[in-house]
């Protein structure tokens, strides 16, 4: 601890006021004060104006210590420390009712998910001007200007009509900049965001740190929590990386990142996916069983993975009237195409009245053993795509073929056969469990589903065992329910799920965007395993342009519902021919 205290005091020359002041912080929970810490010895300095970024896996202690410093560490916690001072004032000791008077006004706070942390029965307006009615004495009309001034400094476009709406109304990106204007109203000193962009795409993802940059240039302080290494590169001045509890390096962002000492920083910085090749193993074996580099893998004879092609093709545009795109050349050339979607037409009543067009035009091909990457922003159609190839949604025109076999427009009785051939790894696998059921039980509803019954308890567990292992997973998560995995535990679970039924064919829709990088690093490696070891042809679909450019060997930029840029990954990302894909290119935060 005092090693690390005196490291901040070394980085922290400002001669004001420190807006933030952390001195051997440690937390814990259930425990006696004292005994078993989540929270370590946590000590650290915040200059006005300037950005410290807390890095680290999940669990590593980074919310908790962000939480702790706004006195919400939760109940039946602890908290011990010398010193945490918020613009010059102590927040020790005090009372739930003393800490509502300073939330707000001296410390803001910007949550992850703005669709949980505004109420969908109340306008954003009143969200916003809550903090104003409670902290100071202006009149309903004042706020209500106030209000109204905060969403436009925050780029929340219209807000004459704004205040209005609800959260459900709202994109992704706007309901975070209500939070943000919500968190700035009474100008605190301080403030703290917590996954501030995670799962928003690029375009959003820049429009967000745009703003925070605003905010520090205005001599806002600002601890950004983030898994997000590129995030934390573009605005941080500091990087915190936290470990079981600790802090394990700390120095200037520049230092951190360009000269790591830590290994834990190394780890977070190797598992990067942006810039590094196809094939590149982004994690650590996790054991002495796990496969080696699988860039040094023999390709062997089962469908291999496209070598990088060095010919001058170049992307192809979809025309701008829509008209289908032309037959795309693939990496290879030769192999089979075991799914292909044609003129794809999907539209969706409007609440008001009309439709929208969510998908229109869209034509693709997968061959064996590839990976075919969808990208695009939130909106842009990626998802109604891959439920359309999934066929759990009939096209308004258009066809999907799985193995040369009419899979869409059919009943279901008619592709009952090729349902097996598909398989599906989704964002949240949390959501798409029965939370009652344990690992066991999923794994083998999805066997015995398989094999119709048929297979005996032997054959049911043996197969259980087989996916576990496919996936590097100890026999003992089979009696957990899936609530109490992690992330990566979770996501390697239904990737078992979805090998069950032995598929030629993974729809990948966002598997890794709420993972940390180390534990993304390990799910991208596993899936690049198991294409390897089964010949699988992966669609992944991402709005994160690294994995797209770590996974695909071709890659489909989609917008307003088109595909309206696809080819090679290497060209499409070397020499984008589309001004969408540029901007999208542009828009990437890189270490």
Wanted: with cysteine.
């Amino acid at each position: 601890t005092t090693g690390e205290a005196r490291m901040t005091d070394d980085l922290a020359a400002p001669a004001s006021v420190p807006a933030l002041r952390v001195r051997n912080v440690s937390v814990g929970f259930g425990r006696p004060v004292g005994e078993d810490p989540v929270v370590s010895g946590v000590s650290f300095d915040v200059a006005p104006g300037t950005c410290l970024a807390i890095v680290g896996e999940s669990g590593s202690g980074k919310s908790v210590t962000a939480r702790t410093l706004l006195g919400l560490s939760g109940p039946g916690s602890w908290v011990q420390a010398d010193e945490i001072t918020v613009a010059g004032k102590s927040v020790l000791g005090l009372s739930e009712r003393e800490w509502r008077r300073r939330r707000g006004r001296d410390v803001g706070l910007v949550l992850q998910d703005a669709l949980v942390s505004l109420d969908p029965l109340r306008p954003i307006g009143r969200e916003v001007a809550d903090s104003l009615r409670l902290h100071t004495t202006l009149g309903a009309a004042e706020r209500a200007r106030r209000v109204r001034a905060l969403l436009a400094s925050v780029g929340l476009p219209d807000p004459e009509s704004k205040v209005r709406q609800r959260s459900g109304e709202l994109s992704g990106g706007q309901r975070q900049r209500v939070l943000i204007a919500s968190a700035i109203a009474l100008a605190p000193p301080l403030l703290i965001a917590d996954e501030p962009t995670t799962a928003l795409d690029v375009t959003v993802q820049a429009q967000v740190l745009d703003l925070l940059e605003e905010l520090k240039a205005t001599g806002t302080a600002l601890v950004l929590v983030s898994h997000d290494l590129a995030v934390v590169a573009r605005i941080a001045d500091q990087i915190a990386v936290m470990s079981g509890g600790r802090i394990v390096e700390l120095g200037t962002a520049d230092t951190v990142l360009r000269a790591p000492s830590h290994r834990e920083t190394k780890r977070m910085l190797s598992a990067v996916p942006a810039d590094k090749g196809r094939g590149v193993r982004l994690s650590a074996p996790e054991h002495p069983d796990a496969p080696p580099d699988v860039s040094q893998v023999s390709q062997g004879d089962a469908a291999p993975l496209a070598l990088p092609v060095t010919t001058d093709e170049r992307p192809t545009i979809a025309e701008p009237d829509g008209r289908p795109l032309a037959e795309q050349p693939y990496s290879s050339g030769k192999r089979e195409v075991v799914l292909e979607a044609s003129g794809l037409l999907k539209r969706f009543p409007r609440p008001g009245g009309g439709t929208h067009v969510a998908v229109k035009n869209v034509s693709f091909q997968l061959r064996r053993g590839e990976t075919l990457g969808i990208v695009g922003e939130s909106g842009s159609g990626k998802t109604t795509t891959a439920r359309l190839a999934l066929a759990l949604t009939a096209p308004d025109a258009g066809e999907v073929r799985l193995l040369g076999e009419q899979f869409s427009g059919v009943p279901e009785r008619r592709r009952r056969h090729l349902r097996s051939m598909l398989g599906a790894v989704y964002q949240d696998p949390l959501s798409s469990f029965d939370p009652r059921l344990t690992v066991g039980e999923v794994l083998g509803d999805a066997v015995r589903g398989e094999a119709a019954g048929a297979s005996s308890t032997r054959s049911v567990h043996n197969r259980i065992d087989e996916l576990l292992d496919s996936v590097h997973l100890p026999r003992v998560v089979l009696g957990r329910r899936p609530l109490v995995l992690s992330g990566g535990q979770r996501q390697r679970v239904s990737i078992a799920r979805a090998l069950a039924s032995r598929p030629i064919v993974l729809v990948c829709d966002e598997p890794v965007s709420a993972l940390d990088v180390t534990v993304q690093a390990r799910v991208l490696d596993l899936l690049d395993e198991l294409q390897r070891e089964l010949a699988l042809s992966l669609l992944f679909i991402s709005h994160d342009l690294g994995v797209i450019q770590h996974v695909s060997d071709n890659v489909a930029v989609m917008q307003g519902g088109r595909i309206v840029e696809t080819g090679q990954t290497r060209r499409v990302f070397d020499d984008p021919a589309h001004p969408y894909t540029r901007t999208l290119l542009s828009s990437v935060p890189r270490l």
